[in-house]
């Protein structure tokens, strides 16, 4: 086996662990995308575990994300990304520390997209590490959500629009993202309390919070009506249904969905799909 498989093997191994959800949409995808999709997602996810790290400080998680950001502006030099994280070998999770390995095993011709995503999202997690997440305001919310979810959505329309020539709306897809995140925000409301933080705007009531979750994922909604291919669209599809049913179930009280109510939602969508 090559090295490239290898690692593109490795990859897939590596998503599993690290995100279930993103798993389970993820192998409706033709091959080269998908390999393609897990590469994207890894980098992102490789800075995101720096922001969310419990056990580092936030003077050096906005100067590891922030030198992080820089180098993804420029051909990626892996030597200086491994001297970079270096003294936090022991903090940091393998998936942040094999951002080279990820960047390698993206497309040439889609790489650079997908470094510049990964880039915004670094420099504006920087930002919002700085502000401690003080979320003041709407815009305050929306600008947060913007670089930690957003900044996917877009992604994965360059993705679509790289492999088939999809076109989505941008707005949109910065939606879907918004959406997804609002949801996980509401699921894990006492959870970031409890590490003293909050996600809600001053004055907003945890009503207002569905509020802004069902508006982002109605804009979601209209999101996948332009996505015609039926692989790309059932991988759109399946996280925006359990979001949706996430958000009923916290609506009346359930902290989260059973494994087999997950299961049944991504069955009922295959069987939809069958019949279209």
Known sequence: MSKVANLQKESMVMLKETSRTFFIPINFLESHLKKTVASAYLCMRAIDEIEDHPELADDVKIHLLSATSELLKAPFDRIAYEA?????????PPVTKRLADWISVCPPEIVEKVKESTS???GGMAKWVEKKW???????????????????GTMLSDLWKWYDNTETDPELAIAFGRGLQAVNMLRNYDEDLERGVTFV????????????????????NEYVKAIK???????CKVPLAL?????????SGKEKMSRSEVEGIVE?????????
């Open 243 to 251: 979001a949706h049913s996430t958000l009923k179930a916290l609506k």
């Open 134 to 152: 003080i979320i003041e305001t709407k815009e305050d919310l929306d600008d947060y959500t913007y670089y930690v979810a957003g900044l996917v």
């Open 201 to 220: 705007p001053d004055g907003w009531t945890r009503e207002d919070m569905f509020n802004y979750a069902n508006n982002n994922l109605a804009q979601a």
């Open 229 to 235: 291919n039926k692989r790309i669209l059932m991988f």
């Open 268 to 276: 009922q969508l295959k069987q939809e799909e069958q019949l279209n």
């Open 84 to 92: 970079l994280i270096k003294p936090y070998d022991s903090f940091l």
């Open 120 to 122: 915004i999202m670094a």
